[in-house]
């Protein structure tokens, strides 16, 4: 494994952004708001720029990925922007024939389906195979800065990685996985290791750019029982968010319909956990570890109106949170293709009006 990453020179900019304070379990002026794939099919700028053009060739060209970033920021006052890239980057450097297929999601072709397919994955230097990511990031913050807005770094999370290395596209029960996690133990956790190296690595080159925060996405991990969770990804997960601390900005832990691992995800160690909307967030905070923030948990759904559901359930979620410092208001999971930017916008103003000091 390579060894971790010193610790860097914390960056000023930014500072006292509600966002940062907020992560930082700081009170703020107002609670901040970003939303997990703000930047997406939803915005007609967005449709406009991918037109005639794969989400790969996107994603590394700087100039595009900047772009596609900033569009959110320009449209509506987000509290942070999340670079534009995808957690299944990486797949591809390390060997897997990656692919977004339009209307279809992620396709892999060459899936790991042995132990010998774990083996023949390489870890190469982030650095090396994707320069594109911190050549965006030095874009973006070249934007960012003087708006005022800090930017978000991501990774997928091992578990949530090895789920589309082997099943070989999105599932809905995570059989192949499974199996191959209960029928080759030893190769599962080389795979797991594998994945920690490149992440720990690539969030590094992230921070090193420009990242100020980051966020480990773990979307599919809810579907493994606690034990399964405690034996096959805990280990790995835990050094990677333990070795990503090491750089100095504050870590989210994000997962969906993990209700019953919040203990168990929580004790990792992040600044703030991601919440999907089936937990109330004052429930969330009993499960989770004192000191940790909490972000979400809107049912992106309610996205789609009508506005007076979306309201009601926007003071609901403030309600639970009722003022407690450390709360990043979000979505639960990825904003819809289908949402209105008209209600974007007027939830981001709703939430600023309703929680100013
Ligand atoms: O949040 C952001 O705005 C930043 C960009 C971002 C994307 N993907 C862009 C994207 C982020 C943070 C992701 C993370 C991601 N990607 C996750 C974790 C979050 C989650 O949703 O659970 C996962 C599981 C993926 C894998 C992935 N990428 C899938 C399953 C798909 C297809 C589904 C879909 O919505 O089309 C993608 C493609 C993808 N990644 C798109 C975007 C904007 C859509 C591509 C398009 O324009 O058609």
């Known amino acids: 494994t390579r060894p971790s990453a010193p610790v860097l020179t914390p960056d000023p900019t930014n500072r006292d952004s509600a966002f940062l304070k907020t992560m930082r379990g700081e009170a703020a002026p107002h609670t901040p708001v970003w939303f997990m794939r703000q930047a997406g ?5 967005y449709r406009a720029l991918r037109a005639g053009r794969s989400m790969l060739e996107c994603i590394r060209t700087p100039e595009l990925a900047a772009e596609i970033t900033l569009q959110p920021i320009k449209a ?7 670079l534009f890239n995808d957690i299944l980057t990486p797949l591809p450097v390390m060997g897997l024939d990656l ?26 230097a982030a650095a090396e195979v994707m320069p594109y990511t911190a050549e965006s990031i030095k874009l973006v913050r070249q934007e960012l800065d003087p708006r005022g807005v800090p930017l978000i770094g991501f990774v997928g999370a091992p578990f949530t990685l090895a789920s589309y ?29 594998k994945f920690e190296t490149i992440l720990a690595d690539y969030l590094a080159e992230q921070v ?17 029982s606690i034990y399964d969770y405690v034996t096959f990804v805990k280990p790995a997960t835990g050094r990677l968010i333990e070795r990503t601390k090491k750089l100095g900005v504050p870590v989210i832990y994000f ?38 923030g909490v ?20 003071d609901r979620i403030l ?33 600023h009006e309703q929680t100013a000091k």
Do not use: C
């Open 76 to 82: 509506m006052p987000m509290d942070a922007a999340i």
């Open 99 to 124: 692919d977004f297929v339009g209307g279809v999601g992620p396709q892999i072709s060459n899936r790991i389906e042995t132990p010998f397919d774990v083996d023949r994955l390489g870890v190469p």
């Open 208 to 224: 090193k750019a420009g990242a100020q925060a980051v966020q480990i996405f773990d979307s599919w991990v809810g579907a493994l």
């Open 41 to 45: 099919r939803y915005m007609p700028e």
């Open 255 to 292: 997962g969906t319909s993990t209700h019953h691992l919040l203990p168990q995800m929580s004790s990792l160690g992040s600044d703030v956990m991601g919440i999907d909307w089936r937990t109330p967030l004052n429930d969330a905070w009993k499960l989770i570890q004192p000191g940790q």
């Open 295 to 314: 972000q979400g948990n809107l049912d992106p759904l309610l996205l789609q109106g009508p506005w007076r559901e979306l309201k009601h359930q926007t």
């Open 165 to 193: 290395a082997i099943e070989g596209k999105g599932s809905r029960n995570y059989e192949r996985t499974k199996r191959f996690m209960y029928g080759e133990p030893a190769a599962w956790h080389r795979l797991m290791d």
């Open 319 to 351: 309600a639970e949170v009722d003022g407690r410092p450390g709360h990043i208001f979000n979505v639960g999971h990825g904003l819809l293709p289908e949402t209105p930017v008209d209600m974007v916008r007027r939830l981001v103003d709703y939430v």
